[in-house]
Nanobody, 123 residues
């Protein structure tokens, strides 16, 4: 069992930056792929980025490439998402997920989820 808690969301102007964190419980975290998804009201969860167990491989959706960076610190059981050059269309609840298949962008492949943190980008 893995419990995930996100933090770091907030309100930022377009062009600004935020850093999200996802703190995990248990030893399993350091052995599994973790990811960020985002969701807006009435929409399906959208894949943002994932990172494999060691941190050596990352995978991004096209719309965030070059702007967002996913990373992890297994010693601290924490995953991060550095978001730069934010746009109004990045506004969403950001959720961390764990236990999925690296390279998959499907939310159905991830077993564990946090509650989410709201990111709002004003124009």
């Amino acid at each position: 069992q893995v419990q995930l808690v996100e933090s770091g969301g907030g309100l930022v102007q377009a062009g600004g930056s935020l850093r999200l964190s996802c703190a995990a419980s248990g030893d399993t975290f350091k052995r599994i792929t973790v990811a960020w998804f985002r969701q807006t009201p009435g929409e399906e969860r959208e894949f943002v980025a994932s990172i494999n167990w060691s941190g050596a491989e990352t995978y991004y959706t096209d719309s965030v490439k070059g702007r967002f960076t996913i990373s992890r610190d297994n010693a601290e059981n924490t995953m991060y998402l550095q978001m730069n050059s934010l746009k109004p269309e990045d506004t969403a609840v950001y959720l961390c997920a764990a236990g999925g298949l690296f390279g998959s962008s499907s939310s159905a492949s991830f077993a564990y989820w946090g509650q989410g943190t709201q990111v709002t980008v004003s124009s």
